[in-house]
């Protein structure tokens, strides 16, 4: 069975973020990058990446008619990075979210030239991709834990057949 467009988007995503850890030279370490299961959450812990995909939109400017026709999608994910310091840490918590979102950037954008075709190994798989606004995460009691960072991911396939890059 062959994957969708979309998944074979957010598994390259995955895999780049699999990337930040000291061995690949990045300040900062993820030490597990999850996507949210039907049955079963995760446990947030320091480093933990979860990889949220939102509810994509229609992209009518980018959807030409043709036999078959091409359907234009602008995926959103929601990079959400848990940063939970030992109590005897005294860095900053805004310098480790910092520290943490700049190697999450350098990641996901590697490779500079084409980072936003998400190309996997068979192919290019997206028009564009574009970053939102970070916000920062809080636990319970109000303290920051962590960042969200959109990500904005345009692509396209046939009408019907969601397999099949256009």
Excluded: K
């Amino acid at each position: 069975m062959s994957l969708s467009v979309i998944e074979r988007i957010a598994r390259e995503l995955v895999d780049r973020l699999d990337d930040v850890t000291a061995a690949n030279g990045y300040a900062s370490v993820i030490t597990e990058v999850v996507r949210p299961r039907a049955a079963g959450g995760y446990t947030p812990a320091d480093g933990l990446c979860v990889v949220h995909q939102l509810d994509p939109e229609g992209v009518p400017e980018l959807s030409p008619a043709g036999n078959p026709p091409a359907t234009a999608w602008r995926q959103p994910f929601n990079i959400s990075v848990y940063i939970m310091p030992a109590d005897s840490d005294e860095t900053e918590i805004e310098s480790l979210i910092n520290a943490f979102a700049a190697d999450v950037v350098a990641a996901v954008c590697t490779p500079i030239a084409t980072w936003h075709n998400f190309a996997d190994d068979t192919s290019t798989t997206a028009i564009n991709a574009e970053w939102g606004a970070q916000t920062t995460m809080h636990d319970e009691q109000g303290v920051a834990n962590g960042f969200t960072l959109p990500l904005y991911v345009t692509y396209r396939t046939d009408e019907n057949n969601l397999t099949v890059v256009r």
